[in-house]
């Protein structure tokens, strides 16, 4: 059979203000236009559909039109909710999304069976697929027993937890049909795409690849933004988001995985290339060398080698307009020594704030004489 696994989605992101949803539509029109040409028997969508868990009716109509889209292409559509979603507002579309002949699992529930999912396909080839949605930590590792371990100890639990939970809903898996699982997790040893929400949590709440079993024939993550396989006893692979959500995600490949597999052989993988949304760029550099650069339609996320002053940004963004962040590079400001914190008692108001302005690399005289002109309209 063939699979086309994707995740990540997010849509309703909103870069620094700029909003992606026609960027969004793009590229999930190409990824049906992919399936189109593909035609594969089930699409697994591996979590986070949306941005955020109270998405605009702009994004859930992207996210429902593109469910529908994949339908229509004559492929069984499994999703689940990622940690972004809100699973139990998916759980609430199930026999919505189910007349339309799509499968949403939401949020775990305590009957194993609601996991599992079977189908044949047109071929005759069975299948079924375990379907895990995000499993928050903090209902895995319960607040009590948060208390009495340390963070090492926290974590095992939440890997025994994930691992219990994989072992119980796979424990049918045998000979003859195609078995899979989808889950939206980090494994340990993954890379991170760059721009996931909150890294820290989500290495601290990485599971071993040992959770799944040799039984699977395929393992179809979310969670992670670049594509890639996991070491692991069975195949077990992200698609990676199918554009760059954040910056820090320029240098992947964003695609979708397609995935040929029977019962009887191992999971063929290969990456189509997503390529309709704007690409995002990383750029440094004084605000004459920026003048220079020819950045295309790209996104930028712009570190200027220059001391900080009044209309820095201004100039950054008249020289690149698609400039959506600009700072000052970090590793210049790393090199401004702070310096020793002045005696303040008895000193005027407008010298404080041009020791603080220094402090922070930004001598500026034109700030300096705003700040003194509009204390001195509020001090008297
Ligand atoms: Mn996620």
Sequence with gaps: MKLLHTSDWHVGKVLKGQSRMAEHVAVLKQVVDIARGERPDLVIVAGDLFDTAAPTPDAKRVVTRALSALRRTGAEVVAIAGNHDNGAELDALRSWAEAAGVTLRGSVRDRAEDHLITGRTAGGEDWRLVALPFLSQRYAVRATEMFALSAAEATQTYADHVGRLLARLTEGFDGGVVNLVTAH??????????????????????????????????????????????????????????????????????????????????????????????????????????????????????????????????????????????????ALLAETEAPQRAQRSGRAARDLFADYLSSRGHADPDVVALFDRLYGEVAH
């Design 185 to 330: 997790l980090t494994v340990v040893g993954g890379m991170l795409g760059g721009g996931e929400r909150d890294a820290h949590t989500i290495q601290a709440y990485a599971v071993p690849a040992t959770v799944f079993p040799t039984s699977a024939h395929y393992v179809a993550l979310g969670h992670l933004h670049r594509r890639q396989s996991v070491l692991g006893p069975c195949p077990v692979h992200y698609s990676g988001a199918p554009l760059a959500i954040d910056f820090g995600e320029e240098e992947n490949t964003p695609s979708v995985t397609v995935v040929e597999v029977t019962a009887a052989t191992a999971a063929k993988t290969r990456d189509v290339p997503v390529t309709s949304a704007t690409p995002l760029r990383t750029v440094r550099g004084t605000v004459a060398e920026l003048s220079t650069m020819d950045t295309g339609d790209a996104w930028l996320r712009v570190y200027v080698t220059e001391q900080p002053r009044a209309g820095l940004r201004e100039a950054v963004q008249e020289v690149l307009p698609r400039a959506l962040e600009v700072r000052i590079d970090p």
